[in-house]
């Protein structure tokens, strides 16, 4: 298989519809954080990966013809150039509600993820997950004003690096539109997926 | 309380569908691998038990009218005489969709457990090591010998237990030929279907991250 989409968005800008959508679109299995809960076994990987050591990323993404969210965003670089003709796709919304729902979800989570970090199973996992969010991606600094700048700065190195031809700068509340035009499939006649708002995700790992 | 019923499939065969599938026909709770995950305290009277130790079954089952699923169905000759009115369930699937879903998730899941638990968890998984590495899968983890101490299971199953008193089943089958043998009506809602591969890691999470805030 090979990687014919990279979504180069944070989490918390639509990947998990998008992942969704991906997959109905036939660009399956989309990879995707989620992933990982039935995966476990790929964690150390993603976290070796994030601790530079040189990773052979065809094999790590074998299996996937798509990948969005963390941890793959993270290597958005590193997947555009091992996968030159993939097209890049990058999630986008209000950074203000991005910010609200990451601290809701994701930041949450995260704060309160010392107590399993000797878990056998899902240790590693959060381990990865933090180590790349919050320490590769925010420097350990979770305040709003840091965390918007970079998340901007972000997103605007990706539009800057990727030729126009190349990516979709994408809100998934556009629905199937764009995304079937960008990639060239038509509009299939399923509504376009939602899910994983916040409080799907809260009442799945949160509890509340 | 008593067992009423024996689940002598193997882990992977529909078992915590059929653990639902029995709760709601009455027979009320149903162990499974789950409820020793729930009540840890229980692994050692597990580890004494896989090492061939005489126990007493009420210690665990004194509390549950039926049981599926490992670590029950490893020891599915002692409880049938242990309990000689209850009546025993083999459920049954195809043998290399079994594999498949093993691979997915309770060999992973073990895989795991061998390279990050500290001594203390693993400690608390020594039965079914015990069970996995020295008897039912004791020719090793290959596909050939795990599809082999899988057919190996269900053979000895249907030479040791009396057919009047066995059903071998498929959970895709659904209500009537495990009503029928357990001589209750059929529900009019549907068959439990549960614990795809998805379902099972979820089972995985720890209790600190999905409890509440």
């Given at each position: 298989m090979n990687l014919e989409l990279i979504g180069a968005g944070f989490g918390r800008t639509g990947t998990m519809s998008l992942k969704l959508a991906l997959e109905q679109l036939g660009l399956a299995p989309c990879h995707h954080m989620a992933e990982l809960f039935s995966h476990p076994e790929q964690a150390p990987v993603w976290h070796d990966a994030a601790k530079g050591k040189p990773t052979d990323w065809r094999a790590v993404l074998k299996d996937y013809r798509a990948a969005v969210d963390?941890?793959?965003?993270?290597?958005?670089?590193?997947?555009?150039?091992?996968?030159?003709d993939a097209k890049v796709l990058l999630t986008e919304r209000d950074p203000e509600a991005w910010y609200k729902s990451m601290s809701q979800t994701i930041f949450e989570i995260m704060a309160r993820s010392?107590?399993?970090?000797?878990?056998?199973?899902?240790?590693?996992?959060?381990?990865?997950?933090?180590?790349?969010?919050?320490?590769?991606?925010?420097?350990?600094r979770l305040d709003r004003e840091h965390v918007i700048a970079v998340y901007k700065a972000h997103n605007e190195a990706v539009?800057?690096?990727?030729?126009?031809?190349?990516?979709?700068?994408?809100?998934?509340?556009?629905?199937?539109?764009?995304?079937?035009?960008?990639?060239?499939?038509?509009?299939?006649?399923?509504?376009?997926?939602?899910?994983?708002?916040?409080e799907e995700f809260r009442s799945r790992m949160v509890g509340s | 309380?008593?067992?009423?019923?024996?689940?002598?499939?193997?882990?992977?065969?529909?078992?915590?569908?059929?653990?639902?599938?029995?709760?709601q026909l009455g027979f009320a709770p149903c162990h499974h691998m789950v409820e020793v995950m729930a009540h840890p305290e229980t692994t050692e009277f597990w580890r004494r038990a896989a090492e061939g130790a005489k126990v007493d079954w009420e210690e665990i089952y004194r509390d549950y009218r039926a049981t599926v699923d490992w670590p029950g169905c490893?020891?599915?000759?002692?409880?049938?005489?242990?309990?000689?009115?209850?009546?025993?369930?083999?459920?049954?699937?195809?043998?290399?969709?079994?594999?498949?879903?093993?691979?997915?998730?309770?060999?992973?899941?073990?895989a795991m457990m061998r390279e990050n638990a500290s001594p203390e968890q693993r400690q608390g998984m020594r039965f079914i090591e015990i069970i996995f590495d020295e008897q039912t899968f004791r020719d090793g983890y290959d596909d050939e010998s795990v599809l082999a101490a899988y057919k190996r299971h269900i053979e000895n199953?249907?030479?040791?237990?009396?057919?009047?008193?066995?059903?071998?089943?498929?959970?895709?089958?659904?209500?009537?030929?495990?009503?029928?043998?357990?001589?209750?009506?059929?529900?009019?809602t549907p068959f439990p279907r549960s614990n795809s591969r998805e379902e099972f890691w979820s089972h995985t999470m720890p209790a600190e991250i999905t409890a509440g805030v």
């Open positions: 963390w941890p793959s965003c993270h290597f958005w670089r590193e997947l555009v150039e091992t996968f030159p010392d107590a399993v970090a000797d878990d056998p199973v899902r240790g590693p996992q959060i381990r990865m997950a933090r180590y790349i969010v919050e320490e590769k991606t925010f420097g350990g539009k800057r690096a990727i030729p126009r031809g190349r990516l979709l700068i994408y809100d998934v509340g556009e629905g199937w539109g764009p995304l079937c035009k960008f990639l060239g499939i038509a509009v299939p006649e399923a509504p376009f997926p939602r899910t994983n708002t916040t | 309380m008593s067992l009423d019923v024996i689940g002598a499939g193997l882990g992977r065969t529909g078992t915590l569908s059929l653990k639902t599938a029995l709760e490893h020891f599915y000759r002692e409880l049938a005489q242990a309990y000689p009115k209850a009546k025993l369930v083999l459920s049954v699937r195809d043998p290399n969709k079994w594999l498949a879903s093993m691979k997915e998730t309770i060999f992973k899941f073990m199953v249907k030479r040791d237990i009396h057919p009047g008193r066995l059903l071998v089943f498929d959970v895709a089958e659904g209500w009537e030929p495990l009503c029928k043998f357990l001589g209750v009506p059929v529900p009019s």
